[in-house]
């Protein structure tokens, strides 16, 4: 990893400061987004989904997004790759920490499956 690449601006951080700037609602811009990709799938709810990182954007979303908001495509790819670098780094403590262990007499091959030691 190169040095600053854990400060980069994340894309929940990037989409709701572009939102405020702009001075545009999450319903507003999902209505945005619904008009120029002739799809009316994405609501409010989602794009909070987004800003809060409980859901990444796909690349076809983070197209639209880019022509939405004005913005180089490569910037939000950027930060939705922060973002999955540090849910994924959160996900992988959490794993490690939570993760059951196996029985005495069992070794484990890979993550859930279990052998018995001879």
Do not use: F
């Not at 989904?49 to 022509?67: D, K, M, S």
């Not at 490690?96 to 070794?107: E, F, G, S, T, V």
């Amino acid at each position: 990893m190169r040095y600053g690449e854990d400060w980069a601006e994340t894309i929940g951080a990037l989409l709701a400061r572009l939102r405020d700037e702009q001075g545009i609602s999450q319903l507003r811009l999902a209505e945005r987004l619904c008009a120029a990709s002739g799809q009316a799938t994405v609501t409010r709810h989602e794009v909070s989904r987004w800003e809060r990182e409980e859901r990444i954007p796909t690349t076809y979303w983070l197209g639209w997004l880019a022509a939405v908001l004005e913005l180089p495509v490569t910037e939000l790819e950027r930060a939705a790759a922060a973002a999955r670098r540090r849910r994924g780094d959160q996900r992988h403590r959490r794993d490690w920490q939570d993760r059951p262990q196996p029985p005495a007499p069992w070794i484990e091959l890979t993550a859930g499956v279990y052998m018995r030691a001879s």
